[in-house]
């Protein structure tokens, strides 16, 4: 479907000012808090979940709760859709043949092939997914700063109208993400890689640790950190997960089997005692982990975590996080350990930069507190 003229100059050197969010969850409601927070003046919503609705209305994610789709579009400039990744073609169909020729519709699926395919050759749709969230579900636990410096892919067609991509272009850019071209095939097999393939992987972890005894010994009852990071995303939301996983079964089996071949390779290795292939295995592990981090902390100067052993009592965190404070000392990451009331938990602090580290290390140290300071590329599993 051809844009004419006339919407084209609707849309061209505009910002969007009437907004319609079609799915009220985390990311929808945070779409809405974000688009509200950057100027937009009317934000409508639509959730077949009364109760969700209703959240983001009360927290001001939608100034307009609407019962019906036709009602949250009515006169709407954008429409993005923010439901489950296997009802986003039939649902992207349905509002193409309701909004009007100058409204431009997107989406904010984790999988891109299908909803596109669907949409044709309606460049009135272009696909879109920002790559953020949480282990939290809900307009609860919605935030206008979780698009902050995340990336947002969209997906242009070679239809696609270059004024209407702008604008969205620019809204994206206005809630604080980095939006990023991509084609949609390209799109599902890197997120296949990057976020799925993790997922699965995590799964498969912890369910064969659960599952495993040895000489009566229950491995996850004495399992390390290295295995909670590896699972931090394990059981996550089935009813996100499975149509995920499934709307985007080929890139990740073919994930999964580049997954089984270079696990083949390490086994062979083992089995012939290749000394020089595992060195060289984990060095190569260790130079990409850097490029990643370097990504995410450009200036840090190196990562280090500070262990801290503290009680399970009132006030401890906020002590420590004053403290560190008060010195202008930025925490990067912390994460809690819980052992037990009576041993209390072991406290992780990420630091940047090899000095500040030390610094907080030897504050908290003058303030009692057992510490104990790593690279994070060098700790031990």
Known sequence: MGTSAASREGQAGTRISRLAIVGTGLIGASVGLAAKRAGVEQIAGFDPDSDALRIALQRGAVGRAATTLEEAVADAELV???????????????LLGLVSETCTVSDV?????????????????IGGHPVCGSETSGPGYASADIFAGATWFLTPLAGTDPDRYRVLHGFVASLGALPVAIDPLAHDRLVALTSHLPHALSNLLVNQAGETRIDGYEPLASAGGSLRDMTRVAGANPNIWVDIFLENADPLREALAEHRRLIEQLEDALASADADFVAEWISEAGTYRRNLLADVYPNAGGLFRLRVHVADQPGVLAGITQVLGAERINIEDLEMQHVSPDRGGSLSIVIAGESEAHRAADLLTGQGYGVVISDILEEDA
């Open 80 to 94: 993005m859709v923010a439901a489950p990744v296997a009802d986003l073609p039939g649902r992207v169909l349905e």
């Open 109 to 125: 699926g984790s999988t891109k092939s299908s909803v596109c395919a669907a949409a044709a050759d309606d460049n009135r749709f």
